[in-house]
């Protein structure tokens, strides 16, 4: 059975391993169909952000808690993995309590 499609390199000539699939018309097959539509976040306008962030230390807590949770519930550290860290307030970082790593 004809699957109407074609393998073909990604670079004729040259020895790869990359090939694409591609229609009997010679278009790329995209799995844009297959993607799930994730909900978009809320949008504040300019004056709720405005009040919400008028202070740079606000902005920042809002950024850790967004990332890591408002205990570092969320934390994990890249190296090791351990879940265990401190907030480092002159930094601005995280520090894994394990391999001292400092983590954005």
Known sequence: MDSGLLI???APG??????V?????YRP???TAKR???????VMDLNTFQWKFAADEACWEHLRSTRWGATLERFTCPDCGRAKG??????????CCERRRQTI
């Open 8 to 10: 073909a390199d990604c």
């Open 86 to 95: 401190w907030w480092l307030a002159n930094r601005r970082l995280v520090e």
């Open 36 to 42: 799930i539509a994730l909900p978009l976040p809320a």
């Open 14 to 19: 040259r020895p790869s391993t990359a090939r």
């Open 29 to 31: 097959i995209s799995n």
């Open 21 to 25: 699939a591609l229609r009997r018309d």
